[in-house]
């Protein structure tokens, strides 16, 4: 890649365009199918060539992936747990930000489960998860899950899923009692794995 | 499909012959990935020419459909519920049945929900996670579940995909203790969503 080795400023430039692009592709791909879009149709809303376009993103699918690495990169930083608090208070929020960040973004997240059949997209999700269930299982087994606990919190994760579809389709349950049904469902799901100790310390 | 408008004995044969083609399916579609089966392949498996094949299945897609289709009704007859036991029970009853079918079949499973991605797979998989939520909301809420009893119900059952995937990965909880742990987070999910007394009556 060359033409990358310029100046500073210039180097600047490219992230700075690489960035808008992203973000033009995460509001395009949120509000229309992914076969309906076209890598033509993308370069003329960002009023740039096709071939500059292609210069960033060397096809549609991985502009595509590079939104939801985006996304996904987003939202873990918004939802880091806080070390300062008990772990079951930092899930708290860390999940109150991810309803905050789902709530204004319903579209992608309803697109990132959709897409989960693209094989980098079933590795994002299978890769989110994976990483959020090492912090909840770090925090509340930090020397090592038992078999039962580490399924009860990988299930806990698939129903976190379940139960947001389901919001996003109905939207008759407001954020805060999601949360709390979320939680509860946690504590009763660890609960129900026998390593119920593990919540209570 | 005046082929079929012969006598008695001969559509039988024609019903007999469909159901040997869809077993043979099963078979293959559990040890071979989609794509590695063709049509041709399918049909010398069977001892029958291609365009026999194509007689019974307009495409290997819909040979495919048909597959999962006759593998989701197997389940769903299998854990049809005992009307004569109490709710939870026959709850139970079902579950074991739907983890000793998935013992049995750990691929086909497997499969299934790799291959959701395909939209009549999607579809097979809403329709059976909905029936099954029916079921169990009709048990626990008669007179229609309020939102968050639907939402927990409905996480509940990604639950079990989750959980159900994680232990055919793992194999290291017995199925006894894995419906148990079922049947423990659907009663924390449930006291979750503030609706405890839908499951103790």
Redesign the interface.
């Known amino acids: 890649m060359r033409w990358l080795a310029k100046p500073a400023y210039s180097r600047l430039q490219v992230d700075e365009r690489r960035r808008q692009l992203l973000e033009l592709g995460t509001d395009l791909f949120a509000s229309h199918s992914y076969d309906e879009l076209s890598m033509a149709r993308i370069a003329r809303e960002a009023g740039i060539s096709k071939a500059l376009l292609y210069h960033y993103f060397p096809s549609k699918r991985e502009l595509f992936v590079a939104t939801l690495q985006q996304s996904a990169a987003e939202v873990e930083s918004l939802t880091e747990p806080d070390p300062e608090l008990p772990p079951l208070e930092a899930l708290s929020v860390s999940l109150d930000a991810f309803l905050g960040w789902i709530e204004e973004h319903p579209v992608a997240y309803g697109k990132l489960m959709e897409s989960?059949?693209?094989p980098e997209v079933r590795d994002l999700v299978a890769d989110i998860r994976d990483r959020t269930s090492e912090r909840i299982l770090g925090g509340v087994a930090p020397d090592g899950a038992p078999?039962?606990l580490?399924?009860?919190v990988?299930?806990?994760?698939?129903?976190?899923?379940?139960?947001i579809?389901?919001?996003l389709a109905?939207r008759?349950?407001p954020r805060a009692?999601?949360r709390?049904?979320?939680?509860?469902?946690l504590?009763?799901?660890v609960?129900?794995?026998?390593e119920g100790q593990a919540l209570t310390g």
Chains 1, 2 share one sequence.
Do not use: F
């Open positions: 989960s059949h693209q078999p039962k580490r399924a009860a990988t299930g806990w994760l698939w129903l976190m899923d379940g139960v579809l389901d919001w109905h008759d349950v009692e999601l709390e049904l979320l939680l509860g469902a504590a009763g799901v609960m129900a794995s026998g």
